[in-house]
């Protein structure tokens, strides 16, 4: 029937994203990178998988290293529909790739950052700070930060 067939549809595409994120990079001869365009695939608005194959494929993109994959994970931590553990593993794999790719990040991506910090759950405010901690802000971004932070402050001081 067609309700087996999505399940085991979503089991292969789980173990799959579960088998790509247990890759070592640093020894590997695979070519992992290949997968980042299909991760990504799995994880977008058009093919809507299930939370159970979409983590583990954060989780992968999270570990390649590879800045392409950003934006999209950001969009992941900003979406409040997006479940917690889904947008705590964004964090997660933005923060790895920040840390892992020597570029600032993106004005999307550092926005969205920007808000996450405020974002109303410790957990994935946590998650997103270490990503700005990981991040290589640049000066002018490290001056919008502060002071966002400040005025965040301010109007939570303000409205208590």
Known sequence: TRGESEKRANLVARTAAETFASIDITNTRYPYLDAVDALMKAIGTEVMRPDEVRIPCIRALGRYADKRPLELLATH?????????????????????????????????????????FDGDYDVELAVSEAIGNAKLTNQQRYELESYTRAKRREKKEGE
């Open 77 to 117: 931590i900003a979406r409040k529909d997006n479940d917690k553990a889904v947008r705590m593993e964004a964090a997660r794999a933005v923060s790895q790739l920040l840390r892992d790719v020597d570029i600032p990040p993106s004005p999307e991506v550092f926005k969205t950052l920007k808000e996450g910090l």
